[in-house]
């Protein structure tokens, strides 16, 4: 029996480029162009099932990520950033039928610039303070919560986690575990609200063979990048993301 796969060429157009820069994304380089796959497959289905045919190549990009920085997380953040990370799914599987996607996306869009213009605009001190864990707290559930709605967890988490000035590879490991765990607590959730049916998943399959290439590309150049440059790229991603996401939410 033929699997019922998406046959049209527009949605692969995007979908091949999509799953690449989600897989280089996966390994900590370029961190913030993850949170455009979404975005782009949106451009040919909707958003919730452009999260669908995600979830598989999520899964083997989160087991390789953390297959490759198994030594180099920083556990004691890690422990504080997963608790609230679930929270945030939990609270986006009571929404999800209710928030309109292109609704969360215009938000953390806004979010993400404004975050960015704060850096930029009136760059921390090297001695100043970590954001505080309150701080740490709102923002790692909100990150839950928009990845769980469209994958798009890394803007709000990052605006915590890039302060606390950790190393590319500390970052980077850290960062794979959290969100493997988080993207697998979204599974049950999807499974209920119906968006794991055979058409997003064959689909998915079909991309799968892809995700290894991205995400080996970013730890070769995460383990030889400058933290410097590592960090600009990051924002740039985030720059292109908030610039997306903002479109799609306001101009829906």
Known sequence: MDLPIINDWHFYAVAVPAVLMLGVSKSGFGAGFGSLAVPLLALAVTVPQAAAILMPVLLLMDLLGIAAFRRDFDRSLLYFLIPFGLVGTLIGTVLFRVLPPHTVAGVVGVFTLLFLAQRLLFPPRSDAPPPSKTTGAVLTAIGGFTSFIAHAGGPPVNAYV???????????ATLAYFFFVVNLSKW???????????????????????????????????????????????????????LKLSWDGFSA
């Open 162 to 172: 890039i302060p606390l000035r950790l190393t590319p590879v500390a970052y980077t």
């Open 188 to 242: 049950l959730p999807y499974a209920w609200l119906g968006l794991l049916d055979w058409r997003n998943m064959a689909t998915s399959l079909v991309l799968l063979p892809i995700a290894p290439l991205g995400v080996w590309l970013g730890i070769r150049i995460a383990r030889r990048i400058d933290a410097a440059w590592f960090y600009r790229f990051v924002y740039l991603g985030m720059l292109l993301t908030g």
